[in-house]
């Protein structure tokens, strides 16, 4: 691999290193010597028309959502261009990924149960702000020292296709998660194993909401009733590919070398073209992956001169045939700096008006969270649907030729709101009858009828079986009766 120097922008490089259909992903250290990661984009798909834009774009985002608060996202500390090369920096270990800790061995069912529960609560979280991952699967959900599972590359590999992915791959490929963690708690545990398959039935039918919400309120299925991360994190300790790199513990915080010509894709040009700074990535928190300041460098002002900027020598933000999104950012904020500091001039109006409208964001963005946030400790003291009980009722009377029998079943509940899914099967046939349950919060008992039509000259004994599917656990009845003719 041709590393810059064994370091990009500050940032060292380790031998720890793995292949992506994105590129080359190295474990590395940062600045200020905490865990990090940096992904070498291959050449052949980072160099296709309009691709380094979108990357721009996606990982501006994922800064905007981390801003507001959202994290369970692997922090992006800076995208940066090397000659040829563009790298993707973070400012949170990489590795291990769940991917990782599989191939290892099984993972416990409280820490299976946790990384679906945290998933699913980023990926609500990315919908409520209206985008998408697009690529769920065990190689993007990364395991931190403390067991917190965080969702990486979000949105790369639609800008890579130059698609937006919609909601439901997000829920298919969380629901895949959920079968596959399901397989490998099977054998030792069925128990945690259904309750799984149950909860990526959900969410490709009903959606992430209710499957998390299944999981948590049927965690009494796990191993002492709970959802924990300590078996994650134990796992995820062994599996650190730092613990036997000792030497790497207390790096410099600058490494003084010649990078070469390193322009950062994110940040507006300041002062120096060495390597970023301590924090440049905005702060970011422990292992657990929170992030507690701005976006990196997006709206800050340039303290070099007018002109071309310039990261290295010779290198210069002049676009040739057309600007990029980040440099139009660059430009337009090296204009709001020459003028920033005249009192009561236009630019420290709009500069005041910004602020005033980032303000205001900020508080209704507040007050959404806190109603959503409100919402479910609300929900949650509502008692979850549950089916006490179901009577299956058929003819006692011998039927005769060519009858419509009328089945009948009876599904008693504990009167909470929400919805039951069954389905009928008849032991002379293979078909399988669907239906869906919409139940209410004043009443207990429905009646889920099946009509069943047989012919021809025969004397059989019919049965019908009712099995309700959701809310777990599956529960079934049936009913017989004689047809003669």
């Known amino acids: 691999m041709d590393n810059p120097g064994n370091g990009i922008a500050g940032f060292r490089l380790t031998e720890h290193t793995w292949m992506t259909e994105l590129g080359n992903w190295i474990d590395a250290i940062s600045p200020d010597g905490r865990r990090a990661g940096a992904l070498l984009f291959d050449p052949k798909l980072i160099g296709l028309p309009g691709v380094r834009d979108r990357v721009v774009q996606a990982v501006m985002t994922d800064q905007r959502l981390?801003?507001?608060?959202?994290?369970?996202?692997?922090?992006?500390?800076?995208?940066?261009?090397?000659?040829?090369?563009?790298?993707?920096?973070?400012?949170?270990?990489?590795?291990?990924?769940?991917?990782?800790?599989?191939?290892?061995?099984?993972?416990?069912?409280?820490?299976?149960?946790?990384?679906?529960?945290?998933?699913?609560?980023?990926?609500?979280?990315?919908?409520?702000?209206?985008?998408?991952?697009?690529?769920?699967?065990?190689?993007?959900?990364?395991?931190?020292?403390?067991?917190?599972?965080?969702?990486?590359?979000?949105?790369?590999?639609?800008?890579?296709?130059?698609?937006?992915?919609?909601?439901?791959?997000?829920?298919?490929?969380?629901?895949?998660?959920?079968?596959?963690?399901?397989?490998?708690?099977?054998r030792g545990a069925p128990e945690p194993a259904e309750l799984f398959e149950r909860a990526a039935a959900t969410a490709q039918t009903l959606g992430l909401g209710t499957a998390r919400d299944l999981l948590v309120n049927e965690r009494g299925r796990l191993p002492g009733g709970r959802i924990s991360r300590d078996g994650l994190a134990r796992a995820a300790r062994g599996r650190s590919a730092f613990a036997q790199a000792p030497s790497y513990a207390r790096p410099p915080v600058r490494t003084p070398q010649d990078e070469g010509d390193i322009v950062t894709l994110l940040r507006v040009p300041g002062q120096s073209a060495g390597p970023l700074p301590a924090g440049a990535a905005g702060g970011f928190g422990g292992a657990g992956g929170s992030v507690t300041s701005g976006v990196p460098g997006v709206g800050t002002q340039p303290q070099g001169p007018s002109g071309p900027v310039q990261f290295g020598p010779g290198v210069s933000t002049q676009p040739q045939g057309g600007e990029t999104p980040?440099?139009?950012?660059?430009?337009?904020?090296?204009?709001?700096?020459?003028?920033?500091?005249?009192?009561?001039?236009?630019?420290?109006?709009?500069?005041?008006?910004?602020?005033?409208?980032?303000?205001?964001?900020?508080?209704?963005?507040?007050?959404?969270?806190?109603?959503?946030?409100l919402a479910w400790f609300t929900l949650g003291n509502t008692p979850d649907l549950a089916v006490k009980s179901i009577n299956v009722v058929a003819p006692k009377k011998t039927q005769g030729c060519d009858s419509a029998v009328m089945i009948t079943a009876t599904v008693v509940t504990n009167g909470a709101p929400g919805e039951i899914t069954y389905e009928w099967r008849k032991n002379l046939d293979k078909e399988v009858v669907k239906g869906t349950l919409r139940t209410k919060a004043d009443q207990t008992s429905y009646t889920v009828p099946l009509r069943w039509t047989l012919s021809g000259k025969s004397s059989v004994k019919a049965t019908a079986t009712l099995r309700v599917l959701t809310p777990g656990p599956v529960i079934t009845d049936k009913a017989s009766f004689t047809y003669k003719c």
Do not use: C
Request: charged fraction near 15%; glycine fraction near 10%.
């Open 66 to 186: 981390v801003l507001a608060g959202l994290t369970g996202l692997i922090p992006v500390a800076d995208v940066v261009a090397a000659g040829d090369q563009v790298w993707l920096l973070t400012a949170q270990a990489v590795s291990p990924t769940l991917a990782d800790l599989l191939a290892v061995a099984p993972i416990d069912p409280n820490g299976a149960a946790s990384v679906l529960v945290e998933t699913a609560q980023t990926l609500l979280a990315l919908h409520a702000a209206r985008t998408t991952h697009g690529s769920v699967h065990p190689g993007t959900v990364v395991i931190t020292a403390e067991g917190v599972s965080l969702l990486s590359e979000r949105g790369l590999y639609d800008a890579i296709r130059a698609q937006v992915s919609p909601r439901e791959r997000d829920a298919a490929g969380w629901a895949s998660l959920a079968r596959g963690l399901a397989a490998a708690v099977g």
């Open 326 to 373: 980040a440099q139009r950012i660059w430009r337009e904020g090296r204009g709001e700096a020459a003028t920033v500091h005249r009192p009561g001039g236009r630019a420290a109006k709009a500069s005041r008006a910004r602020r005033r409208r980032t303000v205001l964001a900020t508080a209704v963005f507040a007050v959404i969270m806190a109603g959503a946030t």
